[in-house]
């Protein structure tokens, strides 16, 4: 640290006196320009000597500012030197911390006799989290579950069987805070009477777990979930991360090819089964691999033992699909009582298909429409004008269809549905 301020400062003392001789050109440059200025006024032309001392003086100023700037340079280098020299002394000098624990058991039993008494404490800086492997072969998929560890608890973990918890054990549990919520009744005003306010949102689909946001770390559906390694493992304490087996099993899958023109273009791969590991699969990720070998990596959500699970194998390269829509807002009922929106959805595919394909490909494409929570908004799919129909409309608006395209083939889907509003309605 003592040759570091000894050459930090020799560093300041170069820099105070480049910056002087920087100057000092500076004025030397100024005073040749009014000389020429005072010269070329009474007639006194000296060219070649202006020129010389011209360029002279731009090139010492020129390597003075390359020797400066080359000093500042080393002087912030020497200022982080300094600082970490400063941390590294600060870290010498601190005495190493030290945790000490006792336990004191009190045994009380009516008559003699052995006993095994097992004690439990809780170890910082130990952490998992799930990830999983996915293999897809033909109708068959092999999920297998592992746990990514990280430990520095200053021992290693040799041939230990690994319970693996959800449970946050160091947040204190305690019962959320009330706060004071108050409700005011009040009348409707007339235009408030005559007028009813809607407005369109958006609203994701929960087919799986719930999702608790406010919980860090692993997602386990708001309930604490325990798994175990399937065999004795050893992790070294080096903070790394260390894959543990858990649990492995093969199920039968159905692939699709999926399409949901109104978030992507491209048609992806889903293949869908059934849970069989025998315990909830917590949100993670998933390495996918095919029988090429590894093709990517997605991601699981929270899955119930039994429950249906979709992951996706990544985009199909022959399949596209172009979505086009176009809406039409117009007067119905007797003098125009009513609102009528009409909207035109076309979803255009196509298939780019290799030499020698002659299979038919059956494209799933999924398309949504609103859903009226008000009387007063009425959405009623036009059927006769759509082509073909969906297949399927469920209760969320999710129209379905199944779409076989040959190779080198194209359809086009059109889907029509109308919204129809009161004259009251506002904000539609």
């Known amino acids: 640290m003592h040759e570091l301020e000894r050459d930090y400062l020799a560093e300041s003392r170069r820099q105070e006196r480049l910056e002087a001789r920087l100057a000092l050109l500076g004025q030397l440059a100024a005073d040749l320009l009014r000389e020429i200025g005072e010269g070329a006024g009474v007639g006194e032309l000296e060219q070649a000597r202006w020129s010389r001392e011209l360029d002279r003086v731009d090139a010492e100023r020129e390597s003075y500012g390359e020797q400066l700037r080359a000093s500042r340079l080393r002087a912030v280098e020497l200022t982080v030197a300094q600082g970490q020299a400063e941390l590294a002394l600060a870290r010498a000098e601190e005495e190493p911390a030290e945790l000490l624990a006792f336990v004191e058991l009190s045994v009380e039993c009516a008559a003699p006799g052995r006993f095994l008494a097992r004690v439990g404490h809780l170890t ?18 092999r999920l297998e579950t592992e746990a990514v560890v990280w430990q520095r608890t200053g021992e290693d973990w040799s041939g230990v069987r690994l319970t693996l918890s959800t449970a946050r054990s160091a947040s204190a549990g305690e019962p959320p805070a009330l706060a004071e919520d108050r409700l005011v009744l009040r009348e409707r005003s007339a235009q408030e009477k005559k007028t009813v306010e809607v407005e369109l949102r958006e609203q994701a689909i929960a087919d799986a777990g719930p999702l608790e946001p406010g919980l860090p770390g692993v997602d386990d559906g708001g309930e604490v979930r325990v798994l175990r390694a399937a065999e004795p493992v050893t992790v070294p304490s080096d903070g790394r991360a260390h894959r543990v087996p858990v649990s492995a099993f093969e199920t039968a899958a159905r692939s699709e090819f999926a399409a949901a023109p ?17 315990h909830a699969l917590l949100a993670g990720p998933v390495d996918l691999v095919r029988g090429s070998g590894y093709t990517g990596r997605g991601a699981l959500e929270f899955t119930a033992p039994g429950a249906p699970v979709r992951l996706a194998f990544g985009g199909a390269d022959g399949l596209r699909v172009v979505r086009e829509s176009e809406e039409r ?19 255009h595919l196509s298939r ?67 919204v129809s509003a009161a004259a009251k309605v506002a904000g539609l």
Do not use: H, M
């Open 329 to 347: 807002r117009e007067g119905a009922g007797l003098g125009g009582q009513r609102t009528l929106l009409t909207r035109t959805v076309r979803l």
């Open 262 to 278: 109104e978030l992507s273009e491209l048609v992806t791969e889903v293949v869908s089964f059934a849970n069989a590991s025998g």
């Open 124 to 141: 910082a800086c130990a952490l998992w989290r799930p990830a999983y492997r996915a293999e897809l072969l033909g109708g068959t998929l």
């Open 352 to 418: 780019f298909s290799a030499p020698g394909e002659d299979a038919e490909q059956v494209v799933t494409v999924r398309e949504r429409i609103p859903v009226s929570e008000v009387s007063a908004v009425e959405v009623r799919l036009r059927k006769e004008r759509c082509s073909p129909p969906p297949d399927e409309l469920d209760a969320d608006g999710i129209a379905r269809w199944e779409v076989p395209l040959p190779p080198g083939g194209r359809r086009t889907v059109t889907l029509v549905y109308e």
